[in-house]
């Protein structure tokens, strides 16, 4: 896997950031946590069609 430990501290990163400012602006935003889990979603899309792409071409 080309991109194996590089994609998964971007996905780390990413939403150890969102998470903290999660934590920071709760109290201002009512929608923090809506945009927390939107924003899980679209990395875990971005995991599997990464992941399926993989898997296609060690096949």
């Given amino acids: ?3 194996y430990p590089l994609l998964p501290i971007i996905f780390i990163a990413a939403y150890t950031f969102v ?3 999660i ?3 709760y109290e201002k ?3 923090a946590a809506l ?3 939107g924003v899980l979603a679209f990395f875990m899309v971005l995991y599997f069609i ?3 792409n993989i ?3 060690t096949l």
Avoid: P, V
Wanted: glycine fraction near 10%; proline fraction near 0%; hydrophobic fraction near 35%.
């Fill in 19 to 21: 998470g903290i400012s």
């Fill in 29 to 31: 935003n009512d929608y």
């Fill in 55 to 57: 898997k296609k071409e």
């Fill in 35 to 37: 945009t927390g889990l």
């Fill in 50 to 52: 990464f992941y399926r």
């Fill in 1 to 3: 896997m080309k991109l």
């Fill in 23 to 25: 934590a920071l602006d």
